[in-house]
C-alpha cells in the first residue's frame, strides 16, 4: 500500500483546509491510521490518529481545532483543519501509527500566513 498526501495549500491565520491521504490498497487492515507533520529545522510529530473502530487521538497543539476521520470505503484518510495558526505550518503526512518506513510520501505543505 502507498499512501499519498494532498490538499495542502497557503492559508490565512484562521482560515481552514481538509488533507486527504488516498491509499493505493484497500486500508481494512490498517488498524491505525495518522497524520504527522515536521516543521522546518524541527522532528516530525504525530498530529491526529484514528483506529479502524474510529476511535481517534490528537496532539494537545490541535485538539478542538483538527478533526481527522477514515473512509474505509475509498480508502481515504483526512485532516480537517480549523482555526489554522502560523505555527501550523509544516509539510503534512500520512502514515501507519506507530509509522512505516516505507509508507513515507512527499506529504503536502501548508502555510499559514498572512
Known amino acids: 500500500v502507498q499512501l499519498q498526501a494532498s490538499g495542502g495549500g497557503l492559508v490565512q491565520p484562521g482560515g481552514f483546509l481538509r488533507l486527504s491521504c488516498a491509499a493505493s490498497?484497500?486500508?481494512?487492515?490498517?488498524?491505525?491510521l495518522a497524520w504527522y507533520r515536521q516543521a522546518p529545522g524541527k522532528q516530525r510529530d504525530l498530529v491526529a490518529s484514528?483506529?479502524?473502530?474510529?476511535?481517534?487521538n490528537y496532539a494537545d497543539s490541535v485538539k478542538g481545532r483538527f478533526t481527522i476521520s477514515r473512509d474505509n470505503a475509498k480508502n481515504t484518510v483526512y485532516l480537517q483543519m480549523n482555526s489554522l495558526k502560523p505555527e501550523d505550518t509544516a509539510v503534512y503526512y500520512c502514515?501507519?501509527?506507530?509509522?512505516?518506513?516505507?509508507?513515507w510520501g512527499q506529504g503536502t505543505q501548508v502555510t499559514v500566513s498572512s
Open positions: 490498497g484497500s486500508i481494512l487492515r490498517i488498524v491505525t
Open positions: 502514515n501507519t501509527e506507530p509509522p512505516n518506513r516505507d509508507f
Open positions: 484514528v483506529t479502524i473502530f474510529g476511535s481517534t
